[in-house]
């Protein structure tokens, strides 16, 4: 006997009708043992977090969720907490001036295994307890001299590495590399992103030192086979024209895909395993449920492109507002694609009121701050983000698409600010 909520829609734990994907899963399996660092990329609500939590167990790992507040030194406290140290404030400074940290294990992170092993053990672990380490929490060095201290051996998980600001994430990607020179420590770190080279980009060095893996491609069999599974674990049927509807408006997200399943079941009074099956929905109700779910984060969409548009601050060029306009007017499948840098250039040379003082800089610029001016301004999950790899601007939400789709482009341009004069494609 299952409940429907722990079969179709998003919930904190592993969905019951999780699919393996072999160009996900398969993937992150084969390279676990490898010693490198893995990055698991992709839009948001695509099953990130549930694929590591499936491939995974639970004592295998610790989980640090960053902050858009965090500096290298703050990721690396928190990987120390997590590891089990206690850290307080020294007196002493670093080179750059800032305060070293006392870092001291409690006995209490030993548990058993302290009391099951060999007094040289004990001896060793108490001493550690009595004689905290005093480290700079921004050298690599001082962090993997007190992990190595304890014998950690976890993987370490990065969540939502996409909120830190670029300085930030540039400043880990070189970390990443002495980590992985100096230490046996692997990093999973989890970001919405579309571009499977980021940490390259940042980092030349962790060429061959890494390795993505994309989680945000459903093919259509694997999302068919979602709802399959989950038509089993309830003992209902889905109507082939409700999954075939279902299929071409959910765009690909997964996400989409389980609402819509679970509001068809909850229409249809499903909220369990059934006793004998039946068959529920239609196409009108796949288009129903899509809308339904979309039209729940209007709010945050049209919030989204007020606040996108003012950008960081006021400016005379106002880039940012003058970018939405090349979003607002492609079609849903460019938009998919990723807008090419040359496409927004042209865009923005034709429409933007100081056209001859624009220049590739600032075009350039504005796009690489997309992701940043979001965690500015609070926006989650992202919509927007640059790939400065294949010099696109690609949407990071599906649900946007969908809810883009089904609006009249000319008033978002004028939510946007933009003049009425410029008609959406």
């Known amino acids: 006997m299952n409940k429907t909520s722990d079969v179709f829609g998003i919930s904190r734990d592993l969905p019951l009708n999780y699919v393996v994907r072999d160009s996900a899963d398969s993937v992150l399996v084969e390279n676990l043992t490898r010693d490198k660092h893995l990055v698991i990329f992709g839009s948001s609500k695509q099953g990130k977090t549930s694929l590591r939590k499936h491939v995974l167990e639970e004592n295998d790992y610790i989980v640090i969720h960053c902050s858009n507040k965090w500096s290298v030194s703050d990721i690396n406290s928190a990987i120390l907490k997590k590891a089990g140290f206690e850290l307080t404030q020294s007196m002493s400074k670093t080179t750059s001036g800032k305060s070293k940290i006392f870092a001291k294990i409690t006995a209490s992170i030993f548990g058993s295994s302290a009391e099951g092993g060999g007094e040289a053990e004990r001896e060793r672990k108490e001493e550690i307890v009595r004689t905290p380490l005093e480290l700079d929490p921004e050298d690599v060095n001082d962090i993997i001299t007190a992990l190595n201290s304890i014998k950690f051996t976890r993987y370490i998980i990065l969540e939502d590495f996409h909120y830190l600001n670029t300085e930030s994430q540039k400043d880990f990607a070189v970390a990443l590399k002495a980590f992985h020179e100096e230490s046996k420590y692997c990093f999973i770190i989890i970001g919405v992103w579309l571009e ?230």
């Not at 883009?404 to 008033?411: M, W």
Request: a negative charge.
């Open 196 to 425: 499977e080279n980021r940490l390259t980009v940042y980092n030349g060095d962790l060429s061959g030192r890494i390795v993505s893996i994309d989680a945000d491609r459903w093919e259509e069999l694997e999302l068919r086979k979602v709802v399959t599974s989950g038509e089993t674990l309830l003992n209902v049927k889905l109507s082939d024209d409700f999954v075939n509807e279902l299929i071409r408006d959910c765009f690909g997200s997964v996400y989409i895909l389980q609402e819509a399943c679970f509001n068809c079941c909850i229409k249809y009074g499903v909220n369990q395993t059934l006793d004998e099956k039946i068959e529920i929905g239609s196409a009108n109700d796949a288009d129903e449920m899509v809308t339904a779910v979309v039209d729940q984060q209007t709010g945050r969409f049209n919030s989204f492109i007020t606040q996108f548009a003012e950008g960081f601050q006021t400016t005379t060029l106002e880039m940012y507002k003058w970018l939405l306009l090349s979003v607002l007017k492609a079609s849903i499948e460019d938009l998919r694609r990723g807008l090419k840098y040359s496409e927004i250039r042209k865009e923005l040379e034709e429409n933007h009121p100081q056209k001859g003082e624009l220049n590739p800089g600032n075009i350039t610029q504005a796009l690489q701050s997309c992701a940043a001016l979001q965690v500015k301004k609070d926006l989650k999950p992202l919509v927007l983000d640059y790939d400065q790899t294949n010099l696109r601007l690609r949407v990071v939400d599906s649900g946007f698409l969908i809810w883009l789709n089904k609006q009249n482009r000319n008033d978002l341009l004028l939510l946007a600010g933009l003049p009425a004069g410029l008609t959406a494609a």
